[in-house]
């Protein structure tokens, strides 16, 4: 494997520059490239033809590569799957919205979690990813957008086009970011000093580990938190998603409150809405019925929080069936009425394969 440039410290990469007879001041020159996520050494302009090949040969500028990239129909959202250093594959989204540029991470190579929607934990875990491959997933982004070709891309409705910065984060991606606390943190700490993006633009999401939402709270930076819930019942969460069997949903929302309530920050609840299909060839909503509607209501009563209404993002592998739009409404005037703040997610590069794990997933399939 070729050395990782982007990984060395700032000597090593003047030894390493020196050995190929470079002067000193190619390591700034070097750095400054790396840093704004170049993708290649080819691309680093200011320095000589020779040098760029010869460094092209020998060295890698980030720990990720990109093998695929795909853009939506309406241009707002690129979609990248990623190479690691020993062949992991994981993905990363950029999207476009109103708000600025947000890119979505992913914490670990597949995931552990097993949720039964999800296509990310299919594969079972790999590994945890380093600070330096979750970075540079929003280094490619910016480079991405620094050097958008699609100049005729439909002006921001805050007529904010310039912009070509990233702006929030999602810790959304594949993977439990909460089984990898300690490398997220590294990466938050490193986006907000390295990238300027405040803390507050930032969001971890996860399934509910309950001693890693503790250690967010000690660590004590007002970052967004999303729990994943999906279901409002422990009996129903359990049959979803294997870790309420081990943090039932009082601990994993006491947990998230309190972490909220010292930042004074309104908690983020997602909920995928979940049908099966009957044997007669019937629908039946899973998780998303009036009586669950009731039980979510009495569960968030009176809380600081936002429930995003999330449809369910099609995978093969997996037996649920998106409800109708008329269920969904139905759900979420329940909602409303019960004075429960509630949107309905957008959903962003769908006819890219963008929900958790899909790209990565049909890629290993074809493979
Ligand atoms: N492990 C973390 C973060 C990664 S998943 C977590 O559980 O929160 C990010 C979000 O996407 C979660 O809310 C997850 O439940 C949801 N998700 C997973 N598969 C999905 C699918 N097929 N369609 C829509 N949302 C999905």
């Known amino acids: 494997m070729k050395p990782v440039l982007f990984d060395f410290s700032d000597a090593q990469l003047v030894e390493f520059l020196t050995q190929m007879g470079q002067p000193k001041f190619r390591a700034k020159q070097v750095r400054e490239w790396l840093n704004r996520g170049a993708p290649n050494f080819q691309s680093m302009k200011n320095l000589p033809e020779m ?32 190479e690691l250093g020993d062949c992991e594959q994981i993905e990363c989204v950029l999207m476009r919205t109103s708000y600025g540029n947000s890119v979505c991470v992913s914490s670990q190579a597949g995931c552990a979690m097993g949720c039964k929607f999800c296509a990310s934990t299919l594969l079972g875990l790999k590994r945890n ?13 910016q480079w991405e957008l620094r050097n958008d070709k699609f100049a005729d891309r439909p002006i921001r409705p805050n007529g904010d086009a310039n912009n070509d910065d990233v702006s929030h984060i999602v810790i959304m991606g594949t993977g439990e ?4 606390t300690q490398n997220v943190i590294g990466f938050i700490e490193r986006a907000n000093h390295d990238m ?28 967004n938190l999303a729990i994943s819930l999906h ?16 943090y039932k949903i009082r601990e ?27 044997e007669n060839g019937t629908t039946e909503l899973l998780n998303c019925t009036p009586e669950y509607a009731e039980k979510l209501s009495e569960l968030l009563r009176g809380k600081n929080c936002m429930v ?6 099609a995978v093969d592998e997996r037996d649920f069936v998106s409800p109708s739009g008329n269920a969904v409404h139905r759900f979420q005037d329940i909602l409303i009425k019960n004075g429960i703040h509630t949107r309905i997610r957008r959903e962003r590069g769908n006819d890219i394969g963008s929900a958790c794990g899909q790209l990565r997933l049909n890629n290993a399939k074809v493979k």
């Open 196 to 223: 300027g993006i405040g803390w507050r633009k930032i969001t971890v999401s996860t399934c509910g580990i309950v001693p890693g939402i503790r250690d967010l709270t000690q660590w004590g930076r007002p970052i």
């Open 252 to 278: 994993v929302l006491d947990a998230a409150f309190d972490f909220s309530a010292a930042h004074n920050r309104q908690l983020m609840i997602e909920y995928i809405l979940l049908a099966v299909r009957n």
């Open 129 to 141: 990813l380093t600070v330096n491959e979750i970075y540079s997933q929003i280094l490619v982004a």
């Open 308 to 313: 995003n209404l999330i449809p369910w993002n």
């Open 177 to 180: 970011p909460l089984q990898n």
């Open 51 to 82: 040098l760029r090949r010869d460094l092209d040969r020998v060295a890698q500028t980030l720990p990720v590569r990109v093998i695929k990239k795909l853009e939506s129909s309406d241009g707002q959202t690129t979609k990248f799957l990623l």
């Open 231 to 246: 279901a409002p019942t422990d009996d129903l969460r359990s049959r979803i998603m294997p870790i309420n069997n081990k």
